[in-house]
């Protein structure tokens, strides 16, 4: 398997140096040159255990590693480190809808899933290739700890993760910048997390300056990332279909950088049994507008209880775009200058209302995810984070057809967020030990500028020392 740029200025590179290039050097996102259709596989894959399936699904994708290297890759990274273990990605009913609990891993959040695979990737890349790879993260929260916890103590590799300066939760601020290890910077930045990421887009588009220092990815503009999030997304079609007797199922996801909801679309594209995909916002609509309009433009940033997606330039979409327009890289590409030139940009509906049949959208205000999290804790004594509070809340506004069953992605741990769970059910019930445990524990952070030269002097500083 090949990867081309959306921009459609790079050639087509091996799976290996498609990770390791993060964003791709034309500044487009980097694609798999097809996406294989795995139909006639589905018998035998509903069988399979987590690790397995992750096997086959990924062997698809990364065809330039040997297949045992692959298989060990995938072990080391999903067996015995989620504590729901052996099942990687759990799933409990609550009242009609069944929960998909993606927070077992390391950190409490999703991202652990895609993360603990790229951690173990970067490791055996850079023992085969030799040389040092210099990560550059954004993160509105979680992306930050599970990517420290992914690489914290790596050989060769170091980790600078920019967060916006008291805009993260405490709890998600000390996850990460109580990682003490040597390899791993915390920085606070003095802006929103779309400073962050516009900071880490200038330095990865710095051609010289990413070549000189090995800048490298674990956003979700990292292909790796959106790719093992496709196994989850089967994994748990299959299991609906096996609780519920239904062909078909519909997953509804909470998005922010359009990654996750990325992942389940490109399920669905190889065959998984997903009939629908149902995205769900904050009051950060920029997704769910362009879902119900066709018009994709930024607005302010608004600050919600489900600040992982307080965000309103998803990098992601860019991935989405281009298949969407055909795979015409040109066509994307002045897609992409429109936005950048006007702040906005536009494609045609498919019916009235409607840019894309598989897609249904909704967003939701801090009233709805407070309502949410307290309806299901009330109904079902089954707690859910304010991420996952969104989804849950689009679905019961919607007029969804009950008979098809609905997969609801859930995020991250509610124990993350104790404010708004306390908020929302006036008592203090969402706790876990190992978050209980960070508040004693010291921490290192350094806080620098909303400026990109002042994040690449630090970062220079850091190497050279
Ligand atoms: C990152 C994150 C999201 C959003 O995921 P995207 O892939 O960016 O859409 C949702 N919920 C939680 C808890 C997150 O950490």
Same mark, same amino acid.
């Given at each position: 398997?090949?990867?081309?740029?959306?921009? #459609?200025?790079?050639?087509?590179?091996?799976?290996?140096?498609?990770?390791?290039?993060?964003? #791709?050097?034309?500044?487009?996102?980097?694609?798999?040159?097809?996406?294989?259709?795995?139909?006639?596989? !589905?018998?035998?894959?509903?069988?399979?255990?987590?690790?397995?399936?992750?096997?086959? $699904?990924?062997?698809?994708?990364?065809?330039?590693?040997?297949?045992?290297?692959?298989?060990?890759?995938?072990?080391?990274?999903?067996?015995?480190?989620?504590?729901?273990?052996?099942?990687?990605?759990?799933?409990?009913?609550?009242?009609?809808?069944?929960?998909?609990?993606?927070?077992?891993?390391?950190?409490?959040?999703?991202?652990? $899933?895609?993360?603990?695979?790229?951690? &173990?990737?970067?490791?055996?890349?850079?023992?085969?290739?030799?040389?040092?790879?210099?990560?550059?993260?954004?993160?509105?929260?979680?992306?930050?700890?599970?990517?420290?916890?992914?690489?914290?103590?790596?050989?060769?590799?170091?980790?600078?993760?920019?967060?916006?300066?008291?805009?993260?939760?405490?709890?998600? +601020?000390?996850?990460?910048?109580?990682? !003490?290890?040597?390899?791993?910077?915390?920085?606070?930045?003095?802006?929103?997390?779309?400073?962050?990421?516009?900071?880490?887009?200038? !330095?990865? @588009?710095?051609? +010289?300056?990413?070549?000189?220092?090995?800048?490298?990815?674990?956003?979700? $503009?990292?292909?790796?990332?959106?790719?093992?999030?496709?196994?989850?997304?089967?994994?748990?079609? =299959?299991?609906?279909?096996?609780?519920?007797?239904?062909?078909?199922?519909?997953?509804?996801?909470?998005?922010?950088?359009?990654?996750?909801?990325? *992942?389940?679309?490109?399920?669905?594209?190889?065959? *998984?049994?997903?009939?629908?995909?149902?995205?769900?916002? &904050?009051?950060?609509?920029?997704?769910?507008?362009?879902?119900?309009?066709?018009?994709?433009?930024?607005?302010?940033?608004?600050?919600?209880?489900?600040?992982?997606?307080?965000?309103?330039?998803?990098? &992601?979409?860019?991935?989405?775009?281009?298949?969407?327009?055909?795979?015409?890289?040109?066509?994307?590409?002045?897609?992409?200058?429109?936005?950048?030139?006007?702040?906005?940009?536009? /494609?045609? @509906? +498919?019916?009235?209302?409607?840019?894309?049949? /598989? =897609?249904?959208?909704?967003?939701?205000?801090?009233?709805?995810?407070?309502?949410? /999290?307290?309806?299901?804790? &009330?109904?079902?004594?089954?707690?859910?984070?304010?991420?996952?509070?969104?989804?849950?809340?689009?679905?019961?506004?919607?007029?969804?057809?009950?008979?098809?069953?609905?997969?609801?992605?859930?995020?991250?741990?509610?124990?993350?967020?104790?404010?708004?769970? +306390?908020?929302?059910?006036?008592?203090?019930?969402?706790?876990?030990? *190992? /978050?209980?445990?960070?508040?004693?524990?010291?921490?290192?952070?350094?806080?620098?500028?909303?400026?990109?030269?002042?994040?690449?002097?630090?970062? $220079?500083?850091?190497?050279?020392?």
């Amino acid at each position: 398997m090949k990867y081309v740029s959306t921009r #459609g200025r790079i050639e087509p590179l091996e799976f290996q140096d498609a990770v390791m290039m993060g964003l #791709g050097d034309d500044g487009g996102l980097l694609v798999p040159q097809q996406i294989p259709n795995v139909a006639d596989r !589905l018998a035998d894959w509903a069988k399979l255990p987590y690790p397995e399936l992750a096997f086959e $699904v990924i062997s698809l994708f990364a065809t330039d590693i040997p297949r045992d290297d692959l298989r060990d890759l995938i072990n080391r990274s999903y067996v015995g480190t989620f504590d729901s273990d052996p099942e990687v990605a759990p799933i409990t009913p609550a009242g009609d809808m069944f929960v998909m609990e993606l927070w077992h891993g390391p950190t409490m959040s999703f991202k652990d $899933v895609a993360l603990q695979l790229l951690g &173990n990737l970067f490791e055996y890349i850079l023992a085969k290739r030799g040389g040092k790879l210099n990560i550059v993260a954004a993160t509105s929260g979680d992306t930050g700890s599970a990517a420290i916890c992914g690489v914290r103590g790596r050989k060769g590799v170091n980790i600078f993760v920019m967060h916006p300066a008291g805009r993260v939760s405490p709890i998600q +601020e000390r996850q990460m910048t109580s990682v !003490l290890d040597a390899n791993v910077h915390n920085i606070a930045i003095d802006g929103s997390f779309d400073d962050c990421q516009r900071i880490m887009k200038t !330095l990865a @588009c710095d051609l +010289e300056f990413k070549q000189t220092y090995s800048l490298g990815a674990v956003n979700s $503009v990292n292909w790796a990332r959106v790719l093992a999030q496709t196994v989850y997304y089967f994994q748990g079609a =299959f299991k609906l279909q096996r609780l519920t007797g239904a062909a078909t199922i519909r997953a509804c996801v909470p998005t922010g950088n359009f990654g996750d909801i990325l *992942a389940g679309w490109y399920a669905m594209k190889m065959g *998984a049994p997903i009939s629908q995909l149902v995205l769900a916002t &904050n009051h950060n609509d920029i997704l769910s507008r362009f879902f119900n309009s066709g018009v994709y433009s930024g607005g302010d940033v608004h600050h919600t209880l489900a600040p992982a997606m307080d965000i309103q330039v998803a990098s &992601n979409f860019e991935r989405y775009l281009y298949h969407k327009v055909g795979d015409d890289p040109g066509r994307l590409s002045s897609l992409m200058q429109q936005f950048a030139d006007t702040g906005s940009l536009q /494609i045609d @509906c +498919e019916s009235p209302g409607v840019v894309d049949s /598989i =897609f249904r959208a909704g967003s939701t205000v801090d009233d709805d995810i407070l309502a949410a /999290i307290r309806d299901c804790y &009330n109904a079902n004594e089954y707690l859910v984070d304010p991420h996952t509070a969104c989804g849950l809340s689009v679905i019961g506004s919607g007029e969804f057809d009950r008979s098809v069953p609905t997969l609801c992605v859930s995020t991250a741990h509610p124990a993350k967020f104790p404010d708004a769970i +306390e908020q929302a059910t006036g008592q203090d019930l969402a706790h876990h030990p *190992a /978050i209980d445990a960070l508040d004693d524990l010291p921490t290192r952070c350094e806080p620098i500028a909303n400026d990109p030269q002042a994040v690449a002097d630090f970062i $220079v500083k850091t190497i050279q020392q």
